[in-house]
T-cell receptor, first 112, second 115 residues
Framework: GESVGLHLPTLSVQEGDNSIINCAYS??????FIWYKQESGKGPQFIID?????DKRQGQRVTVLLNKTVKHLSLQIAATQPGDSAVYFC???????????FGTGTRLQVFP | DTGVSQNPRHKITKRGQNVTFRCDPI?????LYWYRQTLGQGPEFLTY????????KSRLLSDRFSAERPKGSFSTLEIQRTEQGDSAMYLC?????????????FGPGTRLTVL
């Protein structure tokens, strides 16, 4: 299949370890953020989201942290599995607009 | 499958030809978005519709690009006189205006290669 993001930053982790993927966003007026997972040859898949009035949100095995002071977003994946291998993108929604602005992706590689 | 669908999945064309892609959103979603993604980059916004109205167009959308959503359901994206720089993955997403958040669901994309 086709590779998404041939020259992206890469995070390599061992199966079972926790992963932390970071993202810096650009606009202080952004009020909503989403993490997407993109596997080779596929469209982005929604993982978890967070509004700007929160600083933490948890899902199943995933946690998103938001630090508005430094405009930083992180995605934590617990007990990383081989199926988590993909490119991960953060996206921001600027207040009162309807488009998403995507950050530079991070490739996650999970080794057995 | 009730997700966003796109056709074709792959398109190879010669420079100068016209191409048209189709997107079928999730049926109850009234918003539809087009994005373009090149290798190594995140998706870039092109345009979006609320029902049949095209509400915003990016500066990336040159006059060779046109998008329609005539009945507020499926949408088409046409590229006229294709150039090699148009080679990319074209992604469609949909969402519902009634949602509290702008959670967009993406289709599998159409991979365009211009020779």
């Amino acid at each position: 299949g086709e590779s998404v993001g041939l020259h992206l930053p890469t995070l390599s982790v061992q199966e079972g370890d926790n992963s932390i993927i970071n993202c810096a966003y650009s606009n202080s007026a952004s009020d909503y953020f989403i993490w997407y997972k993109q596997e080779s040859g596929k469209g982005p898949q929604f993982i978890i989201d967070i509004r700007s009035n929160m600083d933490k949100r948890q899902g199943q095995r995933v946690t998103v942290l938001l630090n508005k002071t430094v405009k930083h977003l992180s995605l934590q994946i617990a007990a990383t599995q081989p199926g988590d291998s993909a490119v991960y993108f953060c996206a921001e929604n600027i207040y009162n607009t309807d488009k998403l602005i995507f950050g530079t992706g991070t490739r996650l590689q999970v080794f057995p | 499958d009730t997700g966003v669908s796109q056709n074709p999945r792959h398109k190879i064309t010669k420079r100068g030809q016209n191409v048209t892609f189709r997107c079928d959103p999730i049926s109850e979603h009234n918003r539809l978005y087009w994005y373009r993604q090149t290798l190594g980059q995140g998706p870039e916004f092109l345009t979006y519709f609320q029902n049949e109205a095209q509400l915003e167009k990016s500066r990336l959308l040159s006059d060779r690009f046109s998008a329609e959503r005539p009945k507020g359901s499926f949408s088409t994206l046409e590229i006229q006189r294709t150039e090699q720089g148009d080679s990319a993955m074209y992604l469609c997403a949909s969402s519902s205006k009634g949602q509290a958040n702008n959670e967009q669901f993406f289709g599998p994309g159409t991979r365009l290669t211009v020779l």
